[in-house]
């Protein structure tokens, strides 16, 4: 059985003549340790996608299985679990909490899902082990999204999902992004899924699944998936 198997995922969100189809029938298939990006435009249902597959969000019909498991089936408390321990999440802002430093960020993460003493290493993996105690608001964009990725590795998670993680920065320094979630991808084996409108990122990815209208286009194999410079 494939680690993450969406099968006939459909979310409507509002009723009657206001309802919306944001999924509508996806069928896929994810492999522990690829590398995905879902592609498409603004509003085709990636975030949706993405917020079912975090457990943040219920479906209306069809079945989520991550590692054995039925979503759907978990209780509130059995969904906090999966999100505390299964899964990473990486924004486009960063959603770092302001009056916090860079290491008490990650050391909050680190807390709550009762690892220790990881926080350190994970920020010094991420190139930042000289701005552990500033805080967010004094450093680039750039490193804020650093800060972010070792928030969400000190969870050491199975899942990472990565919503539109270099929206908000400059070519150069997202694409040092990308490289850092391709690098702990193929040290760690962590499924990595990135959501993103922006084609020039599927290049990195060994799937990418095309969605528009809340519907499946494509689910294309890319044989040859850009590799850890
Ligand atoms: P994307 O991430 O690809 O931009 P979304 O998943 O955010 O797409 O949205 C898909 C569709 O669902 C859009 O038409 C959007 O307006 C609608 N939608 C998303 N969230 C909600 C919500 N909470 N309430 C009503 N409609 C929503
Ligand atoms: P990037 O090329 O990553 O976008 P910037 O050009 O924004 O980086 O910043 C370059 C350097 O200046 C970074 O090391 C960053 O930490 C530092 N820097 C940027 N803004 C501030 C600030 N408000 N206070 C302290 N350092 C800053």
């Known amino acids: 059985m494939a680690y993450i198997d969406f099968q006939n995922v459909t979310k409507v969100y509002g009723i009657g ?19 995905v990006v879902i592609l498409g435009p603004s509003g085709a249902g990636k975030s949706t996608t993405l917020n079912l597959l975090g457990g943040m969000d219920q479906l209306t019909s069809g079945k989520i299985i991550v590692a054995g498991q039925e979503l759907s089936r978990l209780d509130d408390e059995g969904l906090a679990i999966y999100r505390r321990d299964k899964v990473g999440f990486i924004f486009q802002f960063y959603n770092l909490i302001p009056n916090l430093t860079v290491l008490e960020n990650v050391e909050m993460s680190e807390q709550i899902s009762h690892k220790a003493n990881q926080a350190q290493k994970y920020l010094t993996a991420v190139g ?28 050491e998670p199975s899942l990472l999902l990565c919503d539109e993680p270099t929206g908000a920065l400059d070519k150069a320094t997202g694409q040092q992004i990308l490289q850092l979630l391709l690098e702990q991808n193929k040290a760690l084996s962590t499924t990595v899924i990135v959501i993103t409108h922006n084609p020039s990122i599927a290049n990195i990815a060994n799937k990418v699944i095309s969605i528009k209208d809340g519907k499946i286009e494509s689910i294309e194999l890319n044989p040859q998936p850009l590799t850890v410079a």
């Open 17 to 35: 003549e206001a309802a919306v189809f944001a999924n509508k029938d996806i069928d896929f298939e994810i492999e522990a340790g690829e590398f």
């Open 128 to 155: 930042l082990s000289h701005r552990l105690h500033n805080f967010p608001a004094q450093l680039s964009g750039g490193e804020q999204q650093r800060t972010a990725i070792a928030r969400a590795l000190v969870k």
